[in-house]
């Protein structure tokens, strides 16, 4: 009996010795390159970009229901880069990263912060914008709001839309205020317009846009109280595609594609915003 055991043994390790002596398959980088979320891209003819339409003026729907913005115009020169059509994915944004990770698209392009707690779960790319946090203020409070400290009181009721980085700095910075998070920006900003709310904290440039917008009603304080790297989102161990975006991002900076949007729809864009409220 013992015999057999010792046999049984024998061949246990010469069968383990035998799988560990098999050479395992090396990924090539060619294997690694082909599949890269860029070849996918160039391999379907289509770039899929993933955005919230409702964060002005990154990407907002016009009268006729298209989507237009910064971030879609620089899209539009992304897949021309490429030499690919465009297709844009309006998508909800608390379910944007999901998303991105369940291959919806290929990269999210709708002014997104760059957080550690994100981070986890994609990559950034280099930032193409530096943002922070400002104040839409009803013109009842002129003079009594001069800042965010002023905003942390009993009494005060300040407003921002659900999930963003506004809603963490008034939580933060003024917990002794009411805060009320809504599902858009705008249902977050006209409680400010219509006097229902004393403050509306958000990204600076959405700020701008309603400052203009409801310039009867309210104004802005703009002094940033964060400071904030907007950046593109793609999905963890892809380096060609991550190397591949900022080299476009640098391009664009260096030929003034980058400054041209820039005015177009953070200068131009909010002045006709300011002269359609008069």
Request: charged share 25%; proline share 3%.
């Amino acid at each position: 009996m013992k015999r057999f055991k010792i046999v049984g043994i024998l061949i246990a390790i010469v069968m383990i010795a035998f799988f560990v002596a098999q050479p395992l398959h090396a990924i090539t980088t060619e294997e690694i390159a082909k599949a890269s979320t860029l070849e996918q891209i160039l391999k379907r003819g289509t770039l899929l970009v993933g955005m919230e339409a409702g964060y002005q003026p990154f990407e907002m729907t016009d009268e006729k229901g298209n989507i237009v913005g910064f971030d879609v115009d620089m899209a539009k020169v992304m897949a021309k880069a490429l030499g690919v059509k465009l297709k844009l994915v309006n998508t909800a944004w608390e379910g944007i990263i999901p998303a991105l990770l369940t291959h919806k698209f290929d990269i999210i392009m709708s002014g997104m912060t760059i957080l550690q707690k994100r981070n986890l779960k994609v990559n950034f790319c280099e930032p193409y914008y530096y943002i922070g946090q400002c104040l839409l203020i009803n013109k009842k409070n002129k003079g009594k709001i001069k800042s965010w400290r002023d905003l942390n009181k009993k009494g005060m009721v300040v407003t921002t839309k659900l999930g963003v980085t506004g809603a963490f700095t008034a939580k933060k910075l003024m917990p002794k205020a009411t805060l009320k998070e809504f599902k858009s920006e705008n249902e977050g900003a006209l409680q400010v317009a219509n006097g229902l709310a004393d403050a509306f904290i958000y990204d600076e440039p959405q700020v701008r846009v309603f400052a203009a917008k409801y310039k009867k009603q309210c104004f802005g304080i703009f002094k940033p109280i964060t400071f904030e790297p907007l950046a593109w989102a793609i999905r963890k161990g892809d380096v060609d595609w991550l190397n591949w975006l900022n080299n476009f991002l640098r391009q664009v900076r260096g030929d003034g594609t980058w400054a041209k949007l820039k005015k177009k729809w953070f200068v131009d864009y909010v002045k006709e915003l300011a002269k359609k409220s008069k």
